[in-house]
């Protein structure tokens, strides 16, 4: 089959592959009708991700036709059209019992959290579903049938950007009435300002520094800033609320603008990557506000501004989006017509076409925010 493989720091290919199989009787293999690029791929093939090598199979935004399905699969068949939450969890342990799908304790022999569909060998060693096919674990617990009449484009963010978006709302402790600030304003950070419009918060704040980007978020009606226009936007952010956010939610991840240490020390494998959003979030929340950093992070962090958060009384919250929680409750609001994701798609391409498909989306250009890549 073909695949979009890592190949290298700053590069991927498409390749022919060999075919996925059955490997466990609760495994499906799904033939993969509609792929997404997420910014949390680049930091795989920036290298800023550990447990990567060559050849490795890229994607968690993934949904397609059932294949063929293990004998201790219950749910589904030949022929079964579903979409795949990325979080590989078994469904019976201690946190997935508790509905926290992304540690499950028996998905990954590699690292401390739980296995994540095509995220490195630290994250589970699943190969992903930038390819022709895909082998799902725990075929009873992720993978869910689309409901009749919906198209690939309408369900496949229930993979991910829906599900992590909403998540960052609830863990923000997002209320009507409220002062948010959303950091970052590609596909997660767009989708977390329309949940938070859906919310009712009374004044939604969305920084980034990507103009086109910015122009979209304007479209959905709310306030933005392009943080390269301040000294210090943070502070800015403080002084126009008259004393801060109530919220504050970080879509943006260790690949925010980084300083020139930070560059130093990421490559030295001291830093995990820029905190600059981090540092914002600290200055313009307000006392007794909530941060939620659902952009991903990496290992370690220096000059963490943790006093300028325990001293306001700041409630921070973070991790991997537990995302099957939330398939059926997204399949429902999709059909209802509460929530629509279409609009950040940018590019549709073939999975041939997925090296170009990286370039624009790792380098912003063609306006890109969301590619989707047609196996």
């Not at 122009?215 to 004393?243: C, M, P, S, W």
Request: proline fraction near 3%.
């Amino acid at each position: 089959m073909k695949a979009i493989v890592y190949d290298g720091i700053q590069k991927v290919e498409c390749r022919n592959v060999a075919d996925p199989g059955i490997e466990k009787e609760d495994d499906v293999v799904v033939k993969v009708t509609s792929t997404a690029i997420c910014g949390s791929d680049l930091h795989l093939v920036h290298g800023l991700v550990k447990g990567m090598y060559d050849g490795y199979i890229l994607g968690h935004e993934t949904m397609g036709i059932v294949e063929e399905a293990g004998k201790g699969v219950k749910n589904l068949k030949k022929g079964d059209r579903v979409v795949i939450p990325f979080p590989v969890a078994c469904g019976h342990c201690e946190f997935c019992s508790r509905g926290e799908y992304s540690q499950c304790d028996n998905s990954n022999d590699y690292g401390e959290a739980g296995g994540l569909l095509g995220y490195s060998k630290y994250h589970g060693n699943y190969a992903g579903g930038q390819a022709e096919y895909i082998r799902v674990p725990y075929a009873n617990v992720g993978p869910k049938k689309v409901p009749e009449g919906l198209t690939d484009e309408q369900v496949l963010f229930v993979t991910d950007v829906l599900p992590t978006s909403y998540w960052g709302t609830e863990i923000a402790n997002v209320k009507a009435g409220d002062t948010v600030v959303v950091l970052g304003c590609g596909p997660i950070g767009l989708m977390t300002i329309k949940w938070c419009i859906l919310k009712g918060a009374g004044r939604i704040i969305a920084v980034d520094h990507v103009n086109y980007r910015l122009e979209h978020a304007r479209g959905y009606g709310v306030e933005t800033l392009n943080f390269e226009d301040y000294e210090q936007v943070g502070a800015y952010i403080k002084e126009i609320t008259h004393g801060g956010a109530h919220s504050v939610i970080d879509c943006v991840g260790l690949d925010g603008k980084t300083s020139v240490v930070e560059k130093i020390e990421t490559a030295l494998k001291l830093q995990g990557g820029s905190k600059s959003a981090i540092e914002t979030a600290s200055q313009c929340v307000r006392k007794a506000g909530t941060v939620a950093l659902v952009g991903v992070y990496g290992d370690k962090y220096n000059n963490f501004p943790l006093g300028n958060f325990f001293s306001k009384n700041i409630s921070l919250k973070m991790g991997q989006c537990p995302a099957t929680r939330y398939v059926d409750l997204m399949l429902e609001k999709i059909q209802k017509g509460e929530i629509d994701a279409t609009d950040i798609i940018t590019h549709r391409l073939s999975l041939e076409e997925g090296k170009h498909a990286y370039s624009i989306f790792d380098k912003r250009e063609d306006h890109c925010i969301k590619v989707i890549l047609k196996a």
